[in-house]
């Protein structure tokens, strides 16, 4: 009788009760509001686009007191969800960062789409990010298509681009992210 009360009256977690689990190094998770998501690996498209902005990126903030992350570094976007971006370049001093897991100071983060979280992403991942203050653009990346779509703070609120192959410029960090590099076969 315990177990079925516990599945109708789920306890949810917080972001800071779920950072102190150790899932090991086998299991990936998130906290999507409140509830454990267990993730599954990439495609070699997926890896390939993530590799290639990480490494271009990581170039480009060096020594700009900016730094560029894979999808190993927590992002908690409220009390309830933490989500790990496949790149975020987080700009924090270092006795701003809470943990070695855990980033304060998200400005870019890209997002690499998959098929089975694709409208996930787009949708709440992106109202999440949208709500760091930190935050200034998040990018929507299909490796398949070989598209972005751009969403953008501005004065007053977000703008988003249409989905297209393009050069991303990344004006808080002086950086123009080209097509050319995100999408590198090389």
């Known amino acids: 009788m315990a177990s079925l009360l516990a599945l109708q009256d789920p306890r949810f977690l917080t972001a800071e009760e779920f950072l102190q689990i150790d899932f090991g190094p086998e299991l990936r998770a998130e906290l999507d509001d409140g509830v454990i998501r267990m993730m599954t690996g990439g495609s070699r498209e997926h890896a ?3 590799a290639n902005i990480i490494s271009f990126l990581r170039e480009r903030v060096r020594g700009s007191g900016c730094h560029a992350y894979g999808s190993d570094m927590a992002v908690a976007t409220h009390d309830r969800s933490v989500r790990y971006p496949d790149v975020t370049v987080d700009c924090g001093a270092a006795g701003d960062r809470e943990s ?3 980033l304060t100071a998200p400005r870019v983060i890209v997002e690499v789409l998959s098929p089975s979280t694709r409208d996930h992403d787009l949708r709440v991942k992106k109202e999440e990010y949208r709500a760091l203050p930190s935050v200034d ?3 929507f990346v ?7 779509i751009v969403s953008q703070r501005v004065e007053g609120g977000w703008i988003d681009t249409v989905p297209a192959r393009r050069d991303v410029a990344l004006p808080s960090l002086a950086i123009v992210l080209p097509a050319d590099e995100t999408f590198a076969r090389d």
């Open 48 to 50: 390939r686009v993530q």
């Open 100 to 102: 070695d897991t855990r």
């Open 137 to 139: 653009t998040i990018l």
């Open 142 to 148: 299909d490796p398949g298509e070989e598209w972005v």
